[in-house]
């Protein structure tokens, strides 16, 4: 390495050499590991923030090009089917091309090699962890042979901690019975509240006093029990969106709280917004066209 001296008088800047201070920089590594390993086995990343790079690869599971999400998610080739071999941690991740940025988007069911940043998402995504390959990292679809990616056939999860273990898996929940449970922001944004089992959620108040273990024993069962269905976007159909055909509901499919929910087709399971949710693999399998032949049976 020259001296400063030299790298001074190379310049011909003719400073003191005291007055020259050098940070080289230092370049991030490039550290391979699964997705199971940037995942791990807590709430969040053990590697989300660090400066270096990370290069893993998967089985692509769902694609949001277009309705905000602005990213996919991957899951490693040959999971899902069998024993989980990594158990605790999660083998699907969220791609997320980062602010104003922007990737080409590959197709589910490729195989992609993603070179990126590890984050816990903040704003709707808080929390989320992403993978986000950003001006310095890639999306390369690999064209080896891979073995396919298989939803995982389970009930829905009941506590924080299983949820985690599978965030961003694609689930197959359909031998469960849902119940729709809350449509409040189904006009606005194409989510349904769902229940697992045969009722409703309730109002811990409605059945006991505020502040008693009996109320806060309907909250835990609500906690166990509710999960958001989503259509793969954040847009607002009652502003931006508002032209736009709202998925899920025409004259012919009211959705009604308290109407039985059959989920006919493998979801991500997701968190934005503070709130665990079944995501559609790409926002036009959510069109009303397609709601008879898969989604809810009311
Ligand atoms: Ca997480
Ligand atoms: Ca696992
Ligand atoms: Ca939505």
């Known amino acids: 390495m020259p001296s400063r001296r030299s790298v001074a008088a190379a310049l011909g800047l003719g400073l003191a050499a005291s007055a020259l201070t050098f940070t080289p920089a230092v370049a991030a590594a490039t550290i391979d590991q699964t997705i199971a390993e940037i995942q791990g086995t807590g709430a969040a990343s053990s590697v989300a923030g660090s400066t270096d790079l990370y290069r893993t690869r998967g089985v692509v599971t769902a694609a949001y090009p277009t309705g905000g999400f602005d990213g996919f998610y991957m899951q490693t080739e040959g999971t899902g089917l069998g024993a989980d071999e990594t158990p605790g941690a999660s083998d699907g991740i969220f791609v997320w091309h980062g602010s104003g940025g922007s990737f080409t988007y590959p197709e589910v069911g490729d195989f992609v090699e993603v070179v990126g940043s590890v984050t816990e998402g903040g704003g709707p995504a808080l929390n989320l962890t992403q993978l986000v390959p950003g001006a310095d990292g890639s999306v390369t679809t690999v064209t080896e042979a891979h073995d396919p990616v298989t ?148």
């Open 151 to 298: 939803e995982l056939q389970t009930n829905f999860p009941t506590s924080t901690d299983e949820r985690e273990a599978h965030e961003g898996e694609l689930l197959d929940v359909g031998a469960q019975r849902f119940t729709v449970t809350n449509t409040f922001p189904t006009n606005r944004f194409a989510e349904i509240g769902l229940a697992t089992g045969n009722s409703p959620l309730i109002q811990p108040t409605e059945v006991a006093r505020p502040g008693t273990p009996a109320a806060a024993a309907v909250e835990a069962d609500n906690g166990r029990r509710a999960v958001t269905l989503d259509d793969g976007a954040s847009v607002d159909y009652t502003g931006a969106a508002k032209n736009e055909p709202l998925p899920w509901l025409s004259k012919m499919n009211p959705i009604r709280v308290g109407a039985a929910a059959d989920v006919r087709r493998p979801l991500i399971l997701d968190y934005r917004n503070g709130t665990w949710k079944l995501q559609v693999r790409d926002a036009a399998t959510a069109d009303v066209g397609t709601i008879d032949t898969w989604s809810l049976t009311l």
